[in-house]
C-alpha cells in the first residue's frame, strides 16, 4: 500500500530545496517490449509522461530495473520536499494502460510522494522490491 508519511516535517523547516519528483520509465529487456507486453504504444507513453510532466518532475528512461514481472514499471522519487516530509520511492508495475498514466501525473503534478496522497487504485500498481534492486536504481 502506498502511504505518506503521518509524522510530516515542514518542507522549509527541514532546510528543503527545489528538487522535483523523478519519473523513472524502466525501458530495458522486458519493460517497453512490445512481444512481453504487446498492445502498448511505449514510446508514446514514455512522449505523454514527458509533455504531461514537463517543469514539474525529471522523466528519464532507465535499463532495466530487474522486475521483469512487474512490466512496465514506473518509480516515483519524492521531490526534496516530498523527502523532507517522509516520502519515499514507489514502485510501480503492469502500468500498461492511459487511465494508470493518468493517475500517475495527477499525484506527481500534486507533490508526489510524501506531499499528495495518491488516487488509490495506484495501490493496485505499488510493489515492493528487494534491497539490491532498488539500491541498483540509487546507488
Known sequence: ???NNTRRRSPERAGATATPCGVTVCRGCCCGDPAKVPGVDHAAQLVRLRAD???VARVRASECLDVCDQANVMV?????AGRAA??????L???NDEDALSDITAWV???GPGL???PGVLDLYAFS???RVEKGLTG
Open 76 to 80: 516515483i522519487q519524492p521531490s526534496a
Open 1 to 3: 500500500m502506498i502511504s
Open 129 to 131: 522490491v528487494s534491497r
Open 53 to 55: 510532466l514537463d517543469g
Open 86 to 91: 517522509g516520502g519515499r520511492p514507489v514502485w
Open 116 to 118: 499528495a496522497e495518491p
Open 93 to 95: 508495475g503492469l502500468v
Open 109 to 111: 503534478r500534486a507533490g
